[in-house]
């Protein structure tokens, strides 16, 4: 037991930080290829930090794991808004100003009740993936445009602006971009490994694993990031991160794990779990709406019932 737990911890630490290195070669990389600020936002940053969601997903199923391929996609946009943008809010009331991000939140919501429609039947084939695959590289198409067509005067622009860190040599930018390609797939077999050991050892399932330990574990990029914009007043950055993260994960990661290989739903995830993630995205889509019309913060009350929602969810789980 020991040794999986530490097989966990370290292949945890170590795509944690494998991801956060190969966001920062790839957005500089990108940058100095001469791609558009709102590019490198949208879609590099965006894209990035479901890396590891992604790359888990991909060496999971091929191990014979979708299951913990699924939960880690549902239970990371769980995480994302319950706890992340939770706590980001808590830190600093939202202020939604972004016309790009303000686009993204209903399509959120279309792409997870899309995803429902493709579980109805209670498998996700491979045909299912490549249609969630497809629909992935759609919305990179739709991002790339919106990139380069966004008004300059968009605030999302000066905030990824800021971010961005332009200190960074081009050899270095490389050197950490190859390095987060190698690294990424080490860290998540060894974390997949611990993982599955964990969960035979304690009778779990790899589903409920994948909502809980893991889906934490690859969403500590989003929740530094989240908290750091935050305090930084970077409210539009903080949102568009967590709403680009979730839709990748969802056309992404199950896109990935369904293509390898055919699975089946298991029984109730739908009218539970994946219920339970829905009605997070619903109630961010109808908070926002509200004070985007008002003109106002989402208040830190909003961001302390979601953080309650979700470890409410969590001890569920584990119930």
Do not use: C
């Given at each position: 037991?020991?040794?999986?737990v530490a097989?966990l ?13 190969f966001v920062?070669?790839?957005?500089a990389t990108?940058?100095?290829?001469g791609?558009?600020?709102?590019v490198?936002?949208?879609?590099i940053?965006?894209?990035?930090t479901?890396a590891?969601?992604?790359v888990v997903?991909?060496i ?9 391929a699924l ?7 769980i995480?994302?808004?319950g706890?992340v943008l939770?706590v980001?809010i ?5 202020l939604?100003?972004?016309n790009?991000?303000?686009?993204e ?9 899309f995803?429902?429609l ?11 993936g490549a249609?969630l695959i497809?629909s992935m ?5 739709w ?18 602006e800021a971010?961005?860190?332009h200190?960074i040599?081009?050899k270095?930018?490389w050197?950490?971009l190859?390095?987060?390609m ?6 998540s077999h060894?974390?997949?490994?611990g993982a599955?050991?964990i969960?035979?050892m ?10 809980t330990?893991?889906a934490l ?6 929740l530094?990031a989240?908290?750091?914009c935050?305090?930084?007043?970077e409210?539009?950055l903080?949102?568009?991160?967590i ?5 990748f994960?969802l ?13 089946e ?7 539970t779990d994946y219920l339970f ?11 926002s709406l ?5 003109k106002?913060?989402i ?19 584990f119930?």
């Open positions: 037991m020991f040794e999986a097989y911890i370290v292949g945890l630490a170590l795509l944690v930080y494998s991801a956060d290195k920062l070669g790839a957005a990108a940058s100095y290829l791609v558009s600020t709102m490198v936002g949208l879609i940053i965006g894209f990035g479901s590891p969601e992604m997903s991909a999971a199923a091929m191990k014979g794991n979708p299951g913990l939960g880690n996609a549902v239970g990371s946009n995480t994302n808004i706890l939770g980001g808590m830190v600093s009331p939202l939604i100003s972004s790009t991000v303000k686009r939140l209903p399509i959120l919501l279309l792409i997870t009740l995803v429902l493709l579980m109805w039947d209670g498998v996700q084939s491979q045909l299912d249609v497809a590289f759609s919305l990179t198409l991002m790339a445009w919106v990139g380069l067509k966004q008004s300059k005067n968009d605030i999302l622009k000066d905030e990824i971010e961005m860190n200190d040599s081009k270095a930018a050197m950490w190859l390095f987060g190698i690294m990424l797939p080490v860290a060894i974390m997949v490994h599955t050991t969960a035979k304690m009778g779990m399932s790899d589903v409920i694993i994948g909502l330990i893991v574990g690859t969403s500590l990029p989003e530094s989240t908290i750091a935050m305090k930084k007043k409210h539009d903080a949102l568009g991160n709403v680009g993260s979730n839709m994960n056309l992404g990661v199950l896109g990935i794990s369904a293509s390898i290989k055919s699975y739903i298991p029984k109730d995830f739908i009218s993630m829905l009605d997070l995205t619903l109630a961010l889509l109808i908070f509200v004070y985007v019309v008002r106002k913060p208040p830190r009350i909003v961001g302390l019932l979601l953080v309650i929602s979700y470890f409410v969810y969590m001890i569920w789980l119930i």
